[in-house]
């Protein structure tokens, strides 16, 4: 609970328009994409770096936590209030502040939305790579707190190696730039890469310095059936083998496939997987790497490999391919949605174990994602009112991730940990580097007011259930 | 000085044959590119992490330094055992433990020489792009501890955009792994990040596990002559503006020509400046590439521009091109040799504010470098036994420094910070900036004991004077 000193201090800080405290507005504000809601005691809409420092030195001598918010879209709990305290959202904060087609670099504001950014870019023939699913609504300041990656990560790389610098403050209330306008600099340690990815609890964003690419000449998207899940991951192992490197290699199963044709009134021929592949760069290359991803996969068994037929259909197969995750609740009331990683060429081992597993629990799990660079979302589908199936759903989820680390990969590629993977970290990492994870938390914020319950399993006591995406 | 205790134990812990007192074995790990030497007290070869741990744990309990080293080729005294005790050289630890095709990553010890990693991937048709200047002598270790970059960064980055997960000893002793072997990983903190460019400060590197792409088709070298530098400037603007990333853009200044045409027997016809360009790619991007720029460079007034005539020009080309850091001193007794990086399209300017400060202080000053990423090596050309001259050259490089700045670039670009710059990292970073680095620090090594007296300025007393590569 605020004080109503507190309450009054935060509405001159941010202006009595930019602040509440009401349920009305809090509720909007619980929520994420995990649909375990909690609710924070106010939100605010700050203009810039300059408020955010007041609130968060404020926070600090009043001991309240402050929680960071782009859009709400993570899968992990990141953005959640799990403590209550003050909801920083970054609405107000939605400048494209300068594309400078000289250096090949922006500047925007942390609320600026992924896809806006993109839409402008390219505009001027530049090109910002991050895709995640959720661009049309995530943020570029939330994409950075979570690292988003996305379909085109296996030629471009994720959100980190697009950022080269930020405005941010720091937990303790300082306004730092970190990093350079260029390519180079090394200048003391990376901060920049320390903030990417740090879920919002090592400082909170207010600019950023991003990396554009000159927009690639021409793009191609395949379409390849496969009558059986095994060859398509073959298939896949077979494309980087041959030193091809697509800039999205998606892969869709047999239950994403009934989905989309059932959802997205696409017809995919009863085929028992897919991959939806693009190609892009100069059109000669394209058409060369088209043919030999061709050719690739009709060795691999593909029943049929065809180019898609212009920008319509690109469109409409981009469409079904994000509309899987949520249409994935129509089948089943239920899911828990996890995106672990293995090395690419064990991609067919994760998936006849993830089969096993499904077997073995009695539990539809349907698997699609970024199989290009390894990153496979596997959704455990169930009934929350099945307590039964539920436990089962849960077991069958640590088992993938065991399996995944066995394969060497890890268990989250993109979502993050928040809250819902933050009791199965010391499964991936050792005690030593969670214990140095944790006094890097501890020096730079040693009240532990930023973005609190995140990442660290609590010392001690059960934590709130909240498997990612575990509701509809 | 190392109590008899201590030397036997370190003799216990590496092997008799893997330590050493002497002072003839001393002076060789007392040197680096900087010319400052530093004598440390023992110079011990481990075998691995378990034995440097060791040495940690017992560098904490007793009180001495421990000063990680590479191939000793920095310009920044990174490796310089500025306090005395005891270099881990990683002369031992140079096994290419694996280089998996299928998955595009090698795995590596940190003592492997950049070149023999190359050599041993392009046998198998893969490309570990990452090149300084150094890349005959420097090791892995060394690169990421400092973030190496070279040419090649312009179109494929630096060091740290190559290094998916670390073996790494804390300061205090324990060893962890950090990040994955995949494209993605968001799974707690960027540690990987946050050692790769710490200069040896925040850990000792045993172990890294890197990306590595499928090796381009072809390349075409490009040799661009230029009248005048300022067109040359002009022409490096107008390729990036273009959209057209060369994987190379290499820039020469006339200083730099005429110590190339004496001492690598080249001739470029009296140029006023020379660009040394680089496509990469399938065939016919390549060509096409190649195209553009040749055009480009004519319509900025290239006095000619043409293909180099075969695999041994090339291979002269480069030659002529890495040996002109060490040729310099054949003109002037002794250089400061600085790295800044400015955005790709102030390099006009940049180069126009080095003329001016050259006339100024009536000082040669020898430019070379990394256009295409803004990566400019700045030499300040003079005497050390000149004072007055000495003393001129300092002033010009701070001039230099805030003229990088003012164009809103950084100081280091690939050096690093360590003995030579830490007065000069205020001009850069701001108080809170270095202060949450310090935090850093002491967090993870509390007693101060890893690769100490680098990056931060001294609270008080005036430092060593040590310029990048003032000595010969």
Same mark, same amino acid.
């Given at each position: 609970m605020l004080s109503e000193i507190v309450k009054r201090e935060l509405k001159r800080i941010v202006g009595e328009a930019n602040a509440s405290f009401a349920k009305e507005d809090l509720l909007c504000y619980s929520y994420d994409a995990t649909n375990s809601p909690y609710l924070p005691d106010a939100v605010v809409f700050p203009s810039g770096a300059e408020e955010i420092s007041l609130i968060l030195k404020m926070a600090n001598s009043e001991g309240f936590p402050v929680i960071p918010r782009g859009a709400g879209t993570g899968f992990s709990?990141?953005? %959640?209030?799990?403590? =209550?305290?003050?909801?920083?959202?970054?609405?107000?904060?939605?400048?494209?502040?300068?594309?400078?087609?000289?250096? %090949?670099t922006a %500047?925007?504001?942390?609320?600026?939305?992924?896809?806006?950014l993109q839409t402008e870019v390219e505009k001027l023939g530049l090109f910002y790579p991050p895709d995640p699913t959720s661009l049309k609504f995530s943020t570029i300041g939330g994409?950075?707190?979570?690292?988003? =990656?996305?379909?085109?990560?296996?030629?471009?790389?994720?959100t980190r190696d697009y950022v080269l610098g930020l405005e941010a403050v720091l937990p303790t209330g300082e306004i730092i730039t970190t990093g350079v306008r260029t390519a180079?600099?090394?200048?003391?340690?990376? +901060?920049?890469?320390? +903030?990417v990815g740090s879920e919002g609890t090592l400082?909170?964003?207010?600019?950023?310095?991003?990396? &554009?690419?000159?927009?690639?000449?021409?793009? /191609?998207?395949?379409?390849? &059936?496969?009558? #059986?899940?095994? #060859?398509?991951?073959?298939?896949?192992?077979?494309?980087?083998?041959?030193?091809?490197?697509?800039?999205?290699?998606?892969?869709?199963?047999?239950?994403?496939?009934?989905?989309?044709?059932?959802?997205?009134?696409? #017809?995919?021929?009863?085929? =028992?997987?897919?991959l939806l592949i693009e190609a892009d760069g100069s059109a000669e290359s394209v058409e060369k790497e088209a043919s030999t991803?061709? /050719?690739?996969?009709?060795?691999?068994?593909?029943?049929?490999?065809?180019?898609?037929?212009?920008?319509?259909?690109? /469109? #409409?197969?981009?469409?079904?391919?994000?509309?899987?995750?949520?249409? &994935?609740?129509k089948i089943r009331p239920d899911k828990i949605n996890e995106d672990v990683v293995v090395p690419r060429a064990s991609i067919p081992d994760l998936i006849a174990g993830i089969e096993d597993i499904s077997k073995r629990h009695n539990l539809l799990i349907a698997c699609f994602g970024h199989a290009g660079d390894g990153n496979i979302h596997v959704n455990v589908m169930y009934d929350k009112k099945n307590p039964v199936e539920a436990a089962s759903a849960e077991d069958a989820v640590v088992e993938a991730f065991r399996l995944t680390l066995r394969l060497k990969g890890?268990?989250?590629?993109?979502?993050?940990?928040?809250?819902? /993977?933050?009791?199965?970290?010391?499964?991936?990492?050792?005690?030593?580097?969670?214990?140095?994870?944790k006094r890097i938390k501890a020096t730079l914020d040693p009240k532990g007011i930023l973005n609190p319950g995140k990442i660290f399993p609590k010392a001690n006591g059960p934590q709130k259930a909240g498997f990612a995406g575990a509701g509809k």
């Open positions: 709990g990141g953005s %959640l209030p799990v403590e =209550g305290g003050v909801v920083v959202s970054t609405e107000r904060m939605r400048k494209i502040i300068e594309i400078d087609t000289e250096n %090949l %500047l925007v504001e942390p609320g600026v939305v992924t896809w806006e994409n950075i707190a979570e690292c988003a =990656g996305g379909p085109r990560a296996v030629k471009y790389g994720v180079k600099g090394v200048v003391g340690y990376d +901060l920049t890469r320390l +903030l400082g909170i964003v207010t600019k950023a310095h991003l990396k &554009l690419l000159p927009k690639p000449e021409t793009t /191609k998207t395949l379409l390849a &059936l496969f009558p #059986d899940i095994k #060859d398509a991951a073959k298939a896949v192992s077979a494309i980087i083998r041959a030193k091809v490197v697509p800039s999205t290699l998606e892969f869709i199963d047999s239950a994403c496939i009934k989905v989309v044709e059932e959802h997205a009134k696409m #017809d995919f021929s009863g085929a =028992g997987a897919v991803i061709e /050719k690739i996969c009709m060795e691999s068994r593909a029943s049929s490999v065809r180019a898609a037929t212009g920008k319509y259909e690109v /469109k #409409d197969l981009w469409k079904a391919r994000r509309a899987i995750s949520p249409s &994935l609740l890890t268990i989250s590629g993109e979502h993050g940990v928040g809250t819902t /993977k933050s009791r199965f970290i010391e499964m991936e990492l050792g005690p030593a580097v969670i214990d140095a994870m």
